[in-house]
């Protein structure tokens, strides 16, 4: 059993139709999320586009500092190879090597061309995966998405917790994707996230890195 609040992260300050949408409170809610994690001892993955790495290099650097877990996230599977070529040296830049990636969606194929060598595991929506990886599926709605859909951020919140619940019954293992863009319009104080934090702690399931679930041979 685990859990995993993965954190993905694709703000840049020109990016209009999310910013209209969501705003521009996501380095802020970055530092937040820091310090609730320095205050509470939990650790969280967080994944990064190509965007914000090279548009805020401080941001991968100080979640590193803070000992949290960093990967790539993936925003074009057609154009993978390429972008991750260009992801490698972006991370190669602040002296890291990214061993996994991150999806939003369900990944198109199962297929790898090569460019996944050196590579341990994937998260996404449950569906194909590339081969030779650790595949740990996303099966909880992400809080952009529900919000999307017209779900409030409370509801959004019950809804993992009750999903935290019953995954620690049957003792799975459990990922949840958030945005801090998303949180910075609907939770800017992370009340509601630092409720599921807590509860994840309570039935016993500690919020860590899928690295740390891949180095401890965890199941899902």
């Known amino acids: 059993m685990f859990f995993c609040l993965r954190v993905d992260l694709d703000y840049v300050p020109w990016d209009t139709p999310d910013a209209k949408e969501f705003g521009h409170g ?29 548009a805020l290099p401080s941001e991968a650097e100080a979640i590193l500092n803070e000992g ?9 599977p057609e154009e993978a190879a390429a972008r991750f ?12 090597q ?16 090569g460019w ?11 569906g194909p995966a590339p081969e030779g990886l650790r595949f740990f599926p996303v099966e909880t709605k992400s809080a952009r998405e ?16 009750s999903q935290i619940r019953e995954a620690a019954s049957r003792h799975r293992g459990v990922t949840l ?5 998303v949180m910075g319009r609907y939770d800017a104080k992370l009340g509601f996230l630092h409720e599921i934090l807590d509860l994840a702690q309570a039935v ?17």
């Open 26 to 54: 996501e380095p802020a809610v970055l530092l937040r999320m820091l310090e609730l994690a320095r205050s509470t001892g939990y650790k969280f993955h967080f994944f990064i586009s190509n965007r914000t790495m090279q």
């Open 68 to 76: 949290h877990d960093l990967d790539w996230l993936c925003k074009h």
């Open 85 to 96: 070529e260009k992801a490698a040296k972006l991370f190669g830049k602040i002296g890291h």
């Open 98 to 113: 990214p061993i996994g990636f991150a999806y939003k969606g369900s990944w198109p194929h199962s297929e790898s061309f």
């Open 116 to 126: 996944t060598d050196g590579l341990s595991f994937f998260s996404a929506m449950p």
């Open 146 to 161: 529900a919000i999307r859909a017209g779900t409030s951020v409370k509801s959004w919140a019950d809804t993992a917790k």
């Open 177 to 181: 994707v958030i945005r801090p863009q």
């Open 204 to 220: 016993g399931a500690t919020p860590k890195s899928l690295r740390d679930v891949l180095a401890e041979g965890g199941t899902l």
